[in-house]
């Protein structure tokens, strides 16, 4: 398991409760989305069984993720929005090499790089979250929990499927360069009710 190199500020988290509706909302695409970027891996990495059952894998849980959103958003008379373009994962997608193996690394280690960002946030958000004071609440945080853990499993597959396929010293190298590349990104970006 590899670290993030920027920690996200207790702002951001602030920010989220401030407006969890708004975040709710965002977390509800940014799950669809993963579902979608699952099953394109799946299609696109037909002819590599083991890409193909994990991310069909991923796909299902990501799913669920979805679903279980949309019901608490549905307990706050929320609907489901348009997508907004998603400014952290569209620079970090431009990171993205030419070159059949050098694309297929990148897709793996950023996807990694990705979860472990929604690991570290879904895991400020369950902490924030209060408990004991309603069922929602220890509901939202129990939720929360139980994704940021689901976030972790995700992280450590990307790295895992790489290393069927690419040397350690390769893996690291790269993962070296998109980690460094991913702190100046979030560091930049603006808080707002939103995972990323």
């Keep these: 398991m590899f670290k993030l190199r920027y920690q996200t500020p207790p702002d951001w988290t602030k920010t989220v409760l401030d407006d969890f509706d708004a975040f709710l909302i965002d977390h509800a695409g940014a799950e669809k989305k993963a579902s979608g970027m699952a099953m394109s891996m799946a299609l696109h990495y037909a002819d590599k069984p083991d890409i193909v059952s994990a991310m069909i894998d991923l796909s299902i849980e990501e799913l669920e993720h979805f679903r279980e959103v949309v019901k608490l958003m549905a307990s706050r008379q929320l609907q489901l929005q348009k997508d907004e373009k998603d400014p952290y994962v569209n620079q970090l997608r431009k990171q993205v090499r030419n070159g059949r193996d050098d694309y297929f690394l990148d897709r ?20 924030a979250l209060p408990s004991g004071e309603s069922a929602e609440g220890d509901e939202l945080k129990q939720f929360y929990d139980a994704i940021t853990r689901s976030e972790d499993r995700h992280q450590n597959l990307f790295i895992e499927l790489a290393e069927n396929y690419f040397p350690t010293d390769i893996i690291n190298t790269r993962l070296d360069q998109l980690l460094d590349f991913e702190a100046q990104l979030v560091s930049s970006l603006p808080f707002r009710p939103a995972l990323h």
């Design 108 to 127: 793996l280690l950023l996807g990694g790089v990705i979860e472990a960002r929604g690991a570290e946030r879904f895991g400020l958000v369950a902490t």
